[in-house]
């Protein structure tokens, strides 16, 4: 049984949710060892803020690729089948020979760093020709007013957005934006035994 998809509890706990919701999108439940979550919620959070405060600027880039790495260590001696893969920089885009369009059709998930404000993490789930399914952990209730984004509040388990890949692609600060080329970054999360072959894939972006 896979679980509906979870908010973040706290103003700055966006990025563990968002990796502990890939998880849940792509495992089903009983598959799920409770190492996970634990070291999830350990290595995430490790940012302070400018008044030094502890956890209170969310989680850094170093955490994500730790998590990450931790992930692949962890799929390898516990047989669980998962891969990850962190990219940075020019590689985060929605296009052609794009890899998170590759791994979206692969049926994988991707955890991505985007504006909403100031930094953020959402779990981008699956794309519709030109618009990208995502589960935003920080709630609300009242529509965005902006061209691109619908809110969706029926798929509890794998969607709460749509965002239209150029809101995406933007190299400014606004609404999900991946934002400069040097802040992006985002993991590539895979189930090895959903995971579909390139030659599987029905059509190309």
Request: glycine fraction near 6%; aromatic fraction near 14%.
């Amino acid at each position: 049984m896979r679980n509906p998809l979870n908010y973040q509890m706290t103003e700055y706990d966006c990025g563990p949710t968002s990796m502990a919701n890939a998880i849940s999108f792509l495992f089903k439940r009983e598959e799920i060892s409770p190492d996970i979550p634990k070291y999830i919620m350990q290595y995430c959070m490790d940012a302070y803020n400018s008044k030094g405060e502890a956890y209170k600027s969310g989680t850094t880039c170093y955490a994500m690729d730790f998590l990450a790495s931790w992930l692949n260590h962890f799929g390898k001696v516990r047989k669980f089948p998962i891969h990850c893969e962190m990219i940075k920089g020019e590689e985060v885009y929605i296009g052609q020979n794009s890899r998170i369009v590759s791994c979206l059709q692969q049926k994988g998930a991707v955890v991505a760093k985007v504006m909403l404000g100031c930094g953020h993490y959402v779990l981008l789930t699956g794309m519709e020709g030109e618009y990208i399914d995502l589960f935003d952990p920080y709630f609300r209730q009242k529509p965005f007013h902006q061209d691109g984004v619908t809110m969706i509040w029926d798929e509890p388990k794998k969607r709460n957005r749509r965002v239209h890949k150029d809101l995406l692609n933007s190299t400014g600060k606004g609404l999900y934006a991946f934002s400069s080329i040097d802040w992006r970054e985002s993991v590539l999360i895979y189930n090895c035994n959903t995971r579909q072959t390139m030659d599987q894939i029905e059509y190309f972006i």
